[in-house]
Protein backbone atom coordinates (compact mmCIF):
# COMPACT_ATOMS: atom_id res chain seq x y z
CA UNK A 1 0.00 0.00 0.00
CA UNK A 2 1.15 3.30 -0.90
CA UNK A 3 0.49 6.92 0.63
CA UNK A 4 0.50 10.38 -1.33
CA UNK A 5 -0.26 13.44 -0.52
CA UNK A 6 -3.16 14.48 -2.90
CA UNK A 7 -5.16 11.16 -2.88
CA UNK A 8 -5.56 7.80 -4.77
CA UNK A 9 -6.96 9.64 -8.00
CA UNK A 10 -3.57 9.74 -9.78
CA UNK A 11 -2.84 13.23 -9.39
CA UNK A 12 1.50 12.53 -7.46
CA UNK A 13 2.37 15.73 -9.74
CA UNK A 14 0.81 17.93 -7.27
CA UNK A 15 3.15 17.25 -4.33
CA UNK A 16 6.33 17.75 -6.76
CA UNK A 17 4.76 20.76 -8.43
CA UNK A 18 4.34 22.43 -4.95
CA UNK A 19 7.49 21.06 -3.81
CA UNK A 20 9.49 22.97 -6.80
CA UNK A 21 7.22 25.87 -6.19
CA UNK A 22 8.31 26.15 -2.85
CA UNK A 23 12.03 25.90 -3.72
CA UNK A 24 11.91 28.56 -5.90
CA UNK A 25 9.81 30.67 -3.66
CA UNK A 26 12.74 29.97 -0.16
CA UNK A 27 15.26 30.87 -3.76
CA UNK A 28 14.34 34.37 -4.54
CA UNK A 29 13.99 34.94 -0.73
CA UNK A 30 17.34 34.47 -0.29
CA UNK A 31 18.28 36.12 -3.21
CA UNK A 32 16.76 39.48 -2.35
CA UNK A 33 18.34 39.51 1.12
CA UNK A 34 21.81 39.96 1.37
CA UNK A 35 24.37 42.32 2.66
CA UNK A 36 25.27 45.11 0.18
CA UNK A 37 28.14 47.77 -0.06
CA UNK A 38 28.36 51.30 0.91
CA UNK A 39 30.23 54.13 -0.41
CA UNK A 40 32.01 54.79 3.02
CA UNK A 41 33.50 50.93 2.27
CA UNK A 42 31.90 48.94 5.22
CA UNK A 43 28.45 46.63 4.57
CA UNK A 44 25.15 46.84 5.42
CA UNK A 45 21.61 44.96 5.39
CA UNK A 46 19.77 45.45 1.93
CA UNK A 47 18.48 44.36 -0.99
CA UNK A 48 20.95 44.07 -3.63
CA UNK A 49 21.26 44.95 -7.50
CA UNK A 50 19.29 48.26 -6.85
CA UNK A 51 20.51 51.53 -7.51
CA UNK A 52 20.65 53.49 -4.06
CA UNK A 53 23.33 55.97 -5.05
CA UNK A 54 23.73 59.37 -6.90
CA UNK A 55 26.92 60.78 -8.08
CA UNK A 56 27.49 64.01 -9.24
CA UNK A 57 30.55 66.60 -9.42
CA UNK A 58 31.28 70.23 -8.52
CA UNK A 59 33.67 72.68 -9.24
CA UNK A 60 34.18 73.50 -5.82
CA UNK A 61 37.15 72.54 -3.04
CA UNK A 62 36.47 69.01 -1.43
CA UNK A 63 36.38 70.62 2.39
CA UNK A 64 33.22 72.71 1.06
CA UNK A 65 31.50 70.90 -0.79
CA UNK A 66 32.14 68.16 2.43
CA UNK A 67 30.99 70.85 4.86
CA UNK A 68 27.62 71.12 2.54
CA UNK A 69 26.85 67.65 3.01
CA UNK A 70 27.46 67.57 6.63
CA UNK A 71 25.09 70.67 7.19
CA UNK A 72 22.48 68.91 4.47
CA UNK A 73 22.27 65.75 6.66
CA UNK A 74 22.17 67.65 9.99
CA UNK A 75 19.38 70.18 8.43
CA UNK A 76 17.05 66.69 7.21
CA UNK A 77 17.95 64.52 9.95
CA UNK A 78 20.91 63.46 12.40
CA UNK A 79 24.60 63.34 11.03
CA UNK A 80 25.87 60.24 12.89
CA UNK A 81 29.72 60.18 11.87
CA UNK A 82 32.04 61.46 9.52
CA UNK A 83 35.41 59.40 8.82
CA UNK A 84 38.22 60.09 6.46
CA UNK A 85 38.98 57.11 4.44
CA UNK A 86 42.37 56.58 3.25
CA UNK A 87 43.65 55.40 -0.29
CA UNK A 88 40.18 53.85 -0.30
CA UNK A 89 39.50 55.92 -3.69
CA UNK A 90 39.54 55.42 -7.60
CA UNK A 91 42.87 57.49 -7.27
CA UNK A 92 45.75 56.33 -5.56
CA UNK A 93 47.05 57.77 -2.52
CA UNK A 94 43.99 59.68 -2.46
CA UNK A 95 41.90 60.55 0.55
CA UNK A 96 38.37 60.46 1.07
CA UNK A 97 35.65 62.35 3.57
CA UNK A 98 32.32 60.09 4.38
CA UNK A 99 29.77 61.64 6.72
CA UNK A 100 26.94 59.17 7.40
CA UNK A 101 23.33 60.08 9.02
CA UNK A 102 19.75 59.19 9.56
CA UNK A 103 17.08 61.00 7.56
CA UNK A 104 13.52 60.20 7.34
CA UNK A 105 14.00 56.58 9.14
CA UNK A 106 16.26 56.11 6.14
CA UNK A 107 20.36 55.23 6.62
CA UNK A 108 22.14 57.84 4.58
CA UNK A 109 25.71 58.06 3.13
CA UNK A 110 27.82 60.71 1.29
CA UNK A 111 31.06 60.15 0.57
CA UNK A 112 33.32 63.08 -1.23
CA UNK A 113 36.57 62.61 -2.89
CA UNK A 114 38.66 64.44 -5.06
CA UNK A 115 38.32 63.63 -8.93
CA UNK A 116 40.71 65.86 -10.22
CA UNK A 117 42.51 69.05 -9.25
CA UNK A 118 39.57 71.40 -9.59
CA UNK A 119 36.64 68.75 -9.62
CA UNK A 120 34.76 66.98 -6.77
CA UNK A 121 33.32 63.50 -6.78
CA UNK A 122 29.96 62.68 -4.67
CA UNK A 123 27.97 59.60 -3.90
CA UNK A 124 25.15 60.00 -2.13
CA UNK A 125 23.91 56.74 -0.80
CA UNK A 126 20.18 55.94 0.98
CA UNK A 127 18.69 52.55 2.60
CA UNK A 128 15.60 52.15 4.41
CA UNK A 129 15.15 50.60 7.53
CA UNK A 130 13.82 47.42 5.49
CA UNK A 131 17.13 47.12 3.18
CA UNK A 132 15.44 48.98 0.03
CA UNK A 133 16.82 51.87 -1.37
CA UNK A 134 15.23 55.30 -1.49
CA UNK A 135 17.02 56.59 -4.49
CA UNK A 136 14.43 60.23 -4.55
CA UNK A 137 15.81 61.04 -1.13
CA UNK A 138 19.60 60.31 -2.29
CA UNK A 139 18.66 62.77 -5.21
CA UNK A 140 17.09 65.47 -3.09
CA UNK A 141 20.01 65.39 -0.50
CA UNK A 142 22.68 66.23 -3.60
CA UNK A 143 20.34 68.77 -4.74
CA UNK A 144 20.39 70.35 -1.39
CA UNK A 145 24.68 70.11 -1.62
CA UNK A 146 24.37 71.81 -4.81
CA UNK A 147 21.95 74.45 -3.94
CA UNK A 148 24.16 75.01 -0.32
CA UNK A 149 27.53 75.43 -2.54
CA UNK A 150 25.56 77.79 -4.61
CA UNK A 151 24.91 80.58 -1.45
Given at each position: ??F????W????W?AV ?10 G?VV ?8 V?G?K??GV?FVN?TIE?R????M?E?F ?9 N????S ?10 V??I???A??K?NQC ?6 E?A???I???F??T??S??G??I ?5 I????A ?5
Amino acid sequence: MTFVLDGWDGFDWIAVMKTKFAAVVLGLVVLAAGCVGTVSGSKTAGVPFVNDTIEARYERPMDEVFKAAKEVISFNGTLLSESTLHGQTNAVNSIAKVAQGKVNQCKVWVRVEQADPRITAVFVQTRTSGGGADIQLAAEIDKQIALRLVR
